[in-house]
């Protein structure tokens, strides 16, 4: 298929292609817009049913990058790289540093983080091979590392921003939250609520990643396709996109959505549906920012982690500021951010 006639195609700036014989890598790296800065994105290394799929994923996630720098405040573009999963399975190391070998053919004009997949140790062999890479092991006090952390700070902010703007209450003290998935960004946003006296009611397809929330956070576990109708207060993605649609929506028992998946709802009609039913939406690419923004600081060089928290403290300010928008225009959230990001990278004539 053509990526120019490719339905997540939007004026992307650059696509580009590395088909390595010597070590196999099959990579994609996608920059859609560079008006604020350098493209900067994660790496994902995924199995992919075809190059068309890897293609538009690529396409897809940077252009969800651009918005979320830009919401972010970051003088960063968006762009993000994908890894297409070889028969083996293994992202072995010469894949790794052919990998960093590509992206530094791209002259600084995308800089490479951690995705699904990838991991700090992983951007240590892709930092052999360029320097237009982060999530490097961080030094004492500054920004670096697994941002993970960071993410699940943020949605942790934005259930606080939520909560006091939907249900009028600071405390979470009792809250039920239903998170789905508690890989990294859910295991530590786990945390966060266990000790802020959250309800926990989680599932994963990981058999130890539940056992370990119930036995060390108190979590109820239930089956994976019951969590998104949990009868709770906030239910929170932090596995897959594409979980709010026509067939769950209806389901949802929660009144808000706060959660780190990327591309959280299956089609804009589903925002609407949302909006219709009173379910307060967190867009994803707002309240998913923290850890490019501790990808931002650490490439900026020195920047303190107690920098890097107040940023992230911030994403509970902008989701006010995007719910009282909605409510005072009468328009679901998703638009409200969507229209905001597209302004700031100069793309709001469509
Ligand atoms: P992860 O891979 O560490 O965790 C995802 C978890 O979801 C795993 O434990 C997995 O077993 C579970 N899972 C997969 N399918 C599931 C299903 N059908 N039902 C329930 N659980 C399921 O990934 P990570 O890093 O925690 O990211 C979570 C989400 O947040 C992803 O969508 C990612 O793109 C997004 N995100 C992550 C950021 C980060 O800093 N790691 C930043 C922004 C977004």
Not at 250 to 258: E, H, N, S, V, Y
Request: glycine share 12%.
């Amino acid at each position: 298929m053509s990526i120019f006639d490719n339905v997540a195609f939007d004026r992307h700036e650059r696509v580009a292609f590395c088909n390595d014989p010597v070590t196999g890598l099959k990579a994609i790296v996608a920059i859609h817009s560079s008006a604020r800065g350098p493209a900067a994105g994660g790496c994902r290394f995924w199995r992919y049913d075809s190059e068309d799929a890897a293609i538009t994923d690529a396409l897809r996630l940077a252009q969800g990058m651009s918005y979320k720098n830009a919401m972010a405040g970051l003088d960063l573009g968006g762009g993000k790289a994908v890894i297409m999963a070889p028969d083996s399975g293994e992202l072995d190391e010469p894949m790794l540093e052919a990998f960093g070998a590509f992206v530094n053919t791209l002259g600084g004009a995308y800089i490479t983080a951690e995705d699904v997949g990838m991991s700090v140790g992983k951007m240590e062999v892709v930092a052999r091979r360029t320097s237009y890479v982060t999530g490097l092991p961080p030094k004492q006090g500054v920004a670096g590392g697994d941002p993970s952390p960071k993410t699940a700070d943020g949605v942790f902010a934005g259930i606080r921003a939520a909560v006091r703007y939907k249900l009028g209450r600071d405390s979470l003290d009792g809250l039920r939250v239903a998170v789905q998935g508690v890989g990294s960004v859910g295991w530590h946003l786990c945390q966060l609520l266990f000790d802020a006296g959250a309800k926990l009611i989680v599932a994963d397809i990981n058999a130890e990643r539940v056992a370990l929330a119930r036995e060390q956070l108190g979590a109820e576990v239930v089956a994976l396709d019951s969590i998104l109708e949990s009868d709770v207060d906030v239910l929170s993605p932090c596995a897959l996109g594409a979980i709010l649609n026509a067939q769950s929506i209806p389901r949802l028992r929660a009144g808000i959505i706060a959660g780190a998946a990327n591309n959280q709802l299956a089609t804009d009609a589903d925002g609407k549906r949302l909006f219709e039913a009173g379910v307060l939406y967190c867009p994803d690419f707002v309240i998913n920012a923290g850890g490019i923004i501790n990808v931002a600081c650490e490439y900026a060089g020195d920047v303190s982690d107690a920098v890097v928290n107040e940023k992230v403290r911030a994403i509970g300010d902008r989701l006010i500021q995007i719910f009282e928008l909605s409510d005072a225009q009468k328009r679901p959230t998703h638009i409200i951010a969507n229209e905001q990001a597209r302004r700031l990278i100069g793309r709001d004539d469509g």
